[in-house]
């Protein structure tokens, strides 16, 4: 997953992306709403962790403005407010979750996953599909039955694939899900994690198609 992190306290925004990145997720780090509103008008990320007090001015405003124009990625505010009434207002102002400061890391990632199975519907964590199932939280894989190990960026596309299945993904599309702003990427990477994952597919009734020019597909025999 590729989350965006709007937070102006540096050693917080660092312990939160070490704990998150651990978990192979990308994290993208804003200290401020200018940067954070350029970050979202440029990427796709699947969940946003936002402070409210920040120094160009409250988090609640970012929200408001973005969720009037129909910007639906989750959103879990961060607040050192705890008065009942702050936390309502964040909800009813579109957040989907708001963890207290200060907080257990644990918890945090805890309602990020509460939070992300919600927007997809699912109760459940696991993804079945053509002969594999897949734990994305645990980054647990088996094929055919057998336990397959990836390594965290594999799990990730894997993951984006399964998450879309028969949707299109341009080399530039997957580069932007699978790395941070400040890293640099060729399509030749991009590449070469297809061709590892596809290795481990061959086992399986999934397969990665090229469309020459567009990009790359999941798709199922039949």
């Not at 699912?122 to 088996?142: C, K, M, R, S, Y």
């Not at 399964?162 to 080399?171: H, Q």
């Not at 699978?178 to 061959?202: M, P, Q, T, W």
């Amino acid at each position: 997953m590729k989350f965006l992190l709007i937070e102006d306290n540096q050693d917080l925004a660092n312990a939160i992306a070490s704990r998150m990145r651990l978990d192979g997720h990308v994290i993208d780090h804003a200290d401020k709403l200018e940067d954070a509103s350029a970050f979202v008008a440029t990427g796709e990320y699947d969940l946003i962790l936002l402070d409210i007090m920040l120094p160009d001015g409250d988090g609640r405003t970012f929200l408001q403005k973005h969720r009037a124009s129909d910007f639906d990625t989750p959103v879990i505010v961060l607040t050192a407010r705890s008065q009942v009434s702050d936390r309502i207002g964040s909800l009813d102002l579109g957040a989907d979750d708001y963890v207290t400061k200060p907080f257990d890391h644990a918890e945090l990632e805890a309602r990020c996953r509460a939070v992300l199975r919600r927007k997809t519907g699912n109760a459940q964590t696991t993804i079945e599909a053509g002969g594999i199932v897949f734990d994305p939280v645990a980054g647990h894989l088996t094929i055919g039955g057998e336990a397959v190990t990836l390594r965290n960026r594999e799990l990730r596309l894997l993951e984006l694939f399964l998450n879309a299945p028969g949707r299109i993904f341009s080399k530039h599309k997957l580069a932007d899900r699978l790395f941070s702003f400040d890293e640099d990427v060729s399509e030749n990477a991009i590449e070469v994690y297809i061709g590892r994952l596809r290795k481990h597919l061959r086992s399986s009734d999934l397969r990665i198609t090229t469309l020459r020019g567009l990009g790359y597909r999941l798709d199922q025999d039949a």
